[in-house]
Each structure stands twice: as structure tokens, then as C-alpha cells.
């Protein structure tokens, strides 16, 4: 299958919705990374998701929305996921509540789960898509799955040239990491850091979120121990290099290759973080020894793509 690369414009979304339309698969920018989209009611087109980035299908997938009049139809709304959507969404976080039966989604999207992961992102071109298509879009990552997320239309070619119809190419992503994940058919649970600070989140709910553990059941995307990884091996927490590394730093750290954000800013540091594994992978060290990251805002983040990428692979 040839790859094609289709232009942020009207041309390009036109080819873009007719992809999916027909079953076909298009990487298309969100302000967090590229996803891989397909109609999210054609079973052939969802099970193509699977094949192209070779997941699991027990992992679910986020469906993508226009707005959260939208999301509400798929799903149990409640009180706390309207005061989250009205407060974050259009954006990077992601809602899983219970899924509404009969209304035509893909069993493949929930992986046979009774709730959805669904979001309405920001990204100018990825709400342009949407409402070409004028249907849910489900959309995990767009690269081999355990792999270094994609946040240009380079490295999805890199990691699906071949495999998928086309990329709609907007550029670079904004905020460089998965959104967050909110679970609400209880109490809200944090299923994954991402590009929205746990503290935005506590403060708009005026309440700490419960924590999702490591030996709990997978019930929603990037949860898996194994993940986000580059093909060489990672060393968490470094203050200097040892032989046979290369360093990704944060702040002052000395002797870098690459550096997240010299000025110690986790925003920064985030929207750089796979392009830099990206390109520090391509260079083929054995290691990579990476800086010790705060833990707060969105260093919670970043702290947690790294423990994936750096965690034993199956």
C-alpha cells in the first residue's frame, strides 16, 4: 500500500473523510500526538487499527468526538463529566464512562468493555476532520504499538508508511504527550497521567482523584507497564552518563545530547519529549540516560511515558 500525505487544507480533509468513509485508515494531528483514525462503527476499518500498528486487541481505543453533545449520545453522562468537559474540553483529557448499547460502535473499540474512552480534541485541523466526517473517529497513536509516540507526520511515516491510506500532515503537536485519562463510572479515577496537569483536574472537581494502580485491570488506553518505547534501553533518573550512553537532559544537566527544556520548563519539556526519543533512538546507542524530571504538573506526565519506555519489554 502506497502512503499518501494529504495537505491541512480543504482538498486534504476531503480525501481525508473519503478515506475513512470507505474504511480506510488516516493519521491526522491532535494537540497531544498523531492518532490513527478510523470510522469507529466499521468493524473492518477498527480491526485494521489493530493490524497496522500490530496492538493488542484486549487494549481499547479512544474515540474522538466534535463536542460533548456528541459524546453524551455514545455514553452515561453524569454531573462530573459535564463539569469536566464545560472546564477542559476541547482538549487533552479523555472521559471513559459507561457506554450507551445499540447505537452502532465497534465492539473492537472497548475491546468488549462496558465503558468508552471518548474526548473531543483541540487541534484545529483534527475539529476540521471531524466535522468533514461527521461521525466518531476511534484513534489510538499512530505508530507501532509499545513504540515512541508520533508528534509530526514524519514519524508516523517512519512507523506506518505502508500500512495506512494516508497522513494528514499539520505539523508539529502542541503538547507532546497522551491526553489524560478520567474515569467516571464511580468515584473519578486518574487511568493516566497526560497533557492535562492532575492539579487542573483536582481543582476543577475541588477533590483529589483516586489513583489507578499498576496491578489493577487494563480498562482504558496507555495503561499497559511496557510502552512508548524506543528500541534502545533507558536509564531513568541520571545525573551523569555512563559508558555506552547518551544523555536526554532537563534543566542545567551537563553533557546532554539533547535537553528537554534547559530552562526547566515543563511545558517545554513535555512537547519535546518523543521527538527527542525519536531522534536520539535514530542515532542507535545502547542506552539512553535520562535526567531525573520534577514530579508535579506535568512532570507527572512525562515521568510516566518514561517509566513505560524504560519498563522490561514483554
Not at 483529589?208 to 533507558?234: F, K, N, T, V
Not at 530552562?263 to 540516560?289: K, M, Q, V, W, Y
Request: aromatic share 4%.
Amino acid at each position: 500500500m502506497q502512503t499518501r500525505t494529504l495537505s491541512p487544507n480543504r482538498s486534504g480533509l476531503d480525501a481525508a473523510s473519503a478515506i475513512l468513509g470507505a474504511g480506510g485508515l488516516v493519521a491526522f494531528p491532535t494537540e497531544t500526538v498523531y492518532g490513527l483514525g478510523a470510522d469507529a462503527r466499521n468493524d473492518m476499518a477498527v480491526a485494521r487499527i489493530f493490524d497496522a500498528k500490530r496492538r493488542p486487541q484486549f487494549n481499547p481505543l479512544i474515540v474522538h468526538v466534535q463536542d460533548a453533545e456528541t459524546a453524551r449520545t455514545f455514553v452515561e453522562w453524569t454531573d462530573t463529566a459535564d463539569r469536566l468537559a464545560a472546564a477542559f474540553w476541547p482538549g487533552p483529557l479523555t472521559l471513559v464512562l459507561p457506554l450507551r448499547p445499540g447505537l452502532g460502535l465497534s465492539r473492537l473499540v472497548t475491546a468488549g468493555l462496558p465503558t468508552l474512552a471518548v474526548r473531543v480534541p483541540a487541534h484545529p485541523l483534527a475539529r476540521d476532520l471531524l466535522e468533514t466526517f461527521d461521525g466518531p473517529v476511534a484513534a489510538p497513536s499512530a505508530n507501532p504499538s509499545g513504540r515512541i509516540s508520533p508528534t509530526t507526520a514524519d514519524h508516523v511515516r517512519a512507523g506506518l508508511s505502508g500500512r495506512i491510506e494516508a497522513i494528514l500532515d499539520g505539523g508539529a503537536c502542541g503538547v507532546g504527550v497522551e491526553s489524560t485519562i478520567v474515569g467516571l463510572k464511580n468515584s473519578p479515577i486518574l487511568l493516566r497521567q497526560g497533557g492535562l496537569p492532575q492539579e487542573a483536574l483536582e481543582a476543577a472537581l475541588a477533590a483529589p482523584l483516586e489513583q489507578h494502580q499498576p496491578d489493577d485491570a487494563l480498562i482504558a488506553p496507555g495503561q499497559m507497564a511496557s510502552h512508548y518505547a524506543p528500541a534502545a534501553r533507558m536509564r531513568l533518573n541520571a545525573d551523569a552518563t555512563r559508558p555506552g550512553e547518551i544523555l536526554l537532559g532537563f534543566g542545567a544537566a551537563k553533557g546532554a545530547t539533547l535537553n528537554l527544556s534547559r530552562a526547566g520548563d515543563l511545558t517545554e519539556a513535555a512537547a519535546n519529549l518523543f521527538r527527542c526519543l525519536h531522534e536520539l533512538d535514530a542515532s542507535n546507542p545502547e542506552t539512553i540516560a535520562v535526567s531525573p524530571i520534577p514530579d508535579h504538573g506535568l512532570g507527572r506526565a512525562i515521568n510516566d511515558r518514561l517509566a513505560r519506555a524504560a519498563a522490561p519489554r514483554p
